[in-house]
């Protein structure tokens, strides 16, 4: 969608963007405070998701939860929220003519919120609940236990049901004090704005929470390489789910991101892929993906999937075939052109709608504050070259850090991914 962004700092030290979307007939907002798990200790990681549950309730003026969703929601607006690692973020959309409502019941919410008791007790079950449905999530189960392995902060969905007993009401209220400030908050409002700004501008100053002393930063992060796979046995499983990540001890520039970037479209992403589409043609995986992770100083490649077991060596040939044949410059034209087509169509459809647009900048802006030039994007997927795509893909494996992980049933499993890791961990030796 077409649209312009502004970049506003407010006299307390809360940072964020506009974007204006001439003609959009709803309102998106996005508050975002530094305040995940990074910031309390591993007896009480599970802290700031209760804290996020139960934020979003009573409040200084409309006393009870289920009231305040009544009064948000009796227009068809909504609101969520979620916890990660770095992060929380509440978000709301909403219908245009009620935007301001919108925006001063989210203030309000995030500002006053009671913490009341019996709140804090139906969330606790209600967030238990929640972490026993993800724990069935083979994926998250393993990319957790993988990424603990390599000495990155992280907990198993089921340790942090153990751990959840150790939360109590008063640890919600400090966490909110200390990161709930205008300091460190960055937000994104996307919508019609015309003529709108000031007043936007107006009731964030008077947001209602304290200053704080600054944005918090960024937790320091370094994985150790693993020679050894980690397996996570689960013996309903009948199949096996691995994920291999490698890491560069550097964070990328824009440069390298958007040539992993272009190279995961390329190996992944397409039924024509170099790994996937071949690996399909055979009739080995269903499908797979890969993608990119960013820490302060690290970035990350990961490329995870679930396959039959018999069909596990063959798709590793594939993965390890690959990837050398990248890391040696072999790209041909044709695999360039196609990857950036692809690239930019996916660039053009990710923002046909105002929550789409905003998700261009958010990412980026709540973690180091770069406002991303989205006009750029086609310039920047045209400058990819094959010998930039080969230098990113060597440097991703040259600080030798990386390792696999297998989530699988029996011992037969077990022995799989020793032998899938024989197969791959030549990219790191070579």
């Known amino acids: 969608m077409k649209h312009t962004v502004s970049e506003i700092e407010l006299n307390n030290g809360a940072k964020g963007l506009l974007i204006d979307v001439p003609g959009a007939s709803v309102m998106d907002f996005e508050f975002n405070f530094r305040a995940g798990e990074y910031l309390v200790e591993r007896e009480k990681w599970e802290v700031p998701h209760l804290m996020e549950h139960v934020l979003l309730g009573a409040n200084e003026f409309i006393p009870k939860a289920r009231a305040f969703q009544a009064e948000f929601e009796k227009n068809g607006a909504g609101n969520n929220a979620s916890t990660g690692l770095y992060h929380i973020t509440y978000e709301a959309e909403c219908a245009d003519f009620e935007w301001q409502r919108i925006l001063e019941l989210m203030i309000t919410a995030i500002s006053k ?37 390599h000495n990155l902060l992280a907990m198993s969905d089921r340790e942090r049901l153990k751990q959840i007993k150790n939360v109590k009401q008063k640890d919600l209220v400090e966490h909110y004090a200390k990161t709930h400030t205008t300091n460190n908050l960055r937000f994104v409002i996307a919508g ?12 964030l100053e008077d947001f209602g929470l304290p200053k704080g002393r600054s944005f918090i930063d960024l937790p320091d992060e370094t994985p150790i390489n693993l020679e050894q796979p980690v397996f996570v046995a689960r013996p309903s499983v009948k199949n096996v789910y691995f994920e291999m990540e490698t890491f560069a001890l550097t964070r990328f520039d824009d440069s390298d991101m958007d040539s992993l970037e272009l190279v995961n479209g390329m190996l992944t992403a397409t039924l024509y892929s170099r790994i996937l589409g071949e690996a399909r043609e055979r009739g080995l995986v269903y499908s797979m993906g890969s993608g990119i992770d960013i820490m302060k100083t690290v970035t990350g490649w990961w490329f995870s999937a679930q396959v039959i077991n018999k069909n596990a060596p063959p798709l590793f040939e594939i993965i390890t075939r690959e990837l050398s044949h990248v890391m040696h410059g072999e790209i041909s034209p044709e695999d360039l052109e196609a990857a950036k087509q692809y690239w930019l169509g996916r660039h053009q459809r990710s923002g046909q709608t105002v929550a789409g647009t905003m998700a261009g900048y958010t990412g980026r802006y709540y973690f180091d504050d770069i406002v991303n030039d989205y006009e750029a994007i086609p310039e920047r997927i045209k400058a990819v070259s094959a010998k930039r795509i080969q230098a990113a893909s060597q440097r991703m494996f040259s600080d030798k850090i990386g390792g696999l992980g297998v989530l699988g049933g029996g011992s037969r499993s077990r022995e799989l ?9 030549p990219l790191w030796n070579s």
């Open 192 to 203: 019609s704005l015309k003529g709108r700004a000031p007043t936007i501008k107006k009731m």
């Open 417 to 425: 991914a020793d032998k899938l890791n024989e197969q791959v961990r």
């Open 113 to 149: 919120p009671l913490f009341l008791r019996e709140e804090f007790k139906a969330e606790y079950g209600n967030v238990k609940d929640e972490l026993t449905a993800r724990s069935n999530n083979h994926f998250r189960t393993l990319s957790l236990t993988v990424r603990e392995a």
